[in-house]
């Protein structure tokens, strides 16, 4: 089974600015979805995009998916120091849904 | 609505020793997933349940993990005998009905550490 491949793997920003990541896959899927990781916590379902959709927002969230060069982005504007995370994308297709290694974001006070 | 229970929070064990954890998932849901989660890396699926059967376990290492639902609600996993590389933060999933288009909802998990 196929693993989105995030990029970058860190980030660090200053509070306020906006956070930028990417995720890329090879073989076509249903859907793509986003999930942040606190330290020490499970995994929270941030937003959903399926294959047919090419932008969707949810607050300070807006994700985009570009079918025809395999990629997804996640967006973060106007960021808190709570949104220090990491970020993953997971897959949607025939074998289920298949998790990257993540982007770990910093928000610098 | 009370999220996805797990216990223990932390185990410390020996190589070769056995361990169980323990799952309650969000109370209606039919699917039950366990990940292993390698520090540094993403979940990745160990076993799904569709209520009290199993789905997918194509990626549980059956000779030494296993895990049950019996009543389709409650879920344990267990390794007997540990290796070393069994360290890793053992998380607990759950959703609403089974299909990659749901969104999965997650326990703290179970921080493993095999010395």
């Known amino acids: 089974s196929q693993q989105g491949e995030e990029d970058p793997q860190a980030l660090s920003i200053q509070e306020g600015e906006n956070a930028t990541m990417n995720c890329s896959y090879k073989?076509?899927?249903?859907?793509l979805q986003w999930y942040r990781q606190n330290s020490g916590r499970g995994l929270v379902h941030l937003i959903l995009?399926?294959?047919?959709?090419r932008e969707k927002h949810s607050g300070r969230l807006r994700v985009t998916l570009d079918t025809s060069k395999k990629s997804s982005s996640l967006l973060i504007t106007a960021s808190r120091a709570a949104d220090t995370a990491s970020y993953f994308c997971?897959?949607?297709?025939?074998?289920?849904?298949?998790f990257g290694k993540g982007t770990h974001l910093i928000i610098q006070p | 609505e009370a999220g996805v229970a797990q216990s223990p929070r932390y185990k410390i064990i020996e190589k070769r020793q056995s361990v169980a954890f323990w799952c309650n998932p969000i109370?209606?849901?039919?699917?039950l997933y366990w990940y292993q989660q390698i520090l540094g890396q993403g979940p990745k699926l160990l076993i799904q349940?569709?209520?009290?059967?199993?789905?997918?376990d194509s990626q549980l290492p059956k000779d030494r993990f296993s895990a049950e639902r019996l009543k389709g609600v409650d879920s344990t996993l267990k390794i007997q005998p540990a290796k070393l590389e069994d360290s890793a933060v053992y998380l607990c999933?759950?959703?609403?009905?089974?299909?990659?288009?749901?969104?999965?909802?997650f326990g703290d998990g179970t921080r493993l550490s095999i010395l």
């Open positions: 999933a759950s959703s609403l009905i089974a299909g990659e288009d749901q969104p999965q909802h």
């Open positions: 073989t076509s899927i249903n859907n």
């Open positions: 995009i399926r294959s047919n959709e």
């Open positions: 997971a897959l949607g297709g025939a074998d289920g849904l298949t």
């Open positions: 109370s209606g849901h039919a699917t």
């Open positions: 349940f569709q209520n009290n059967g199993v789905v997918d």
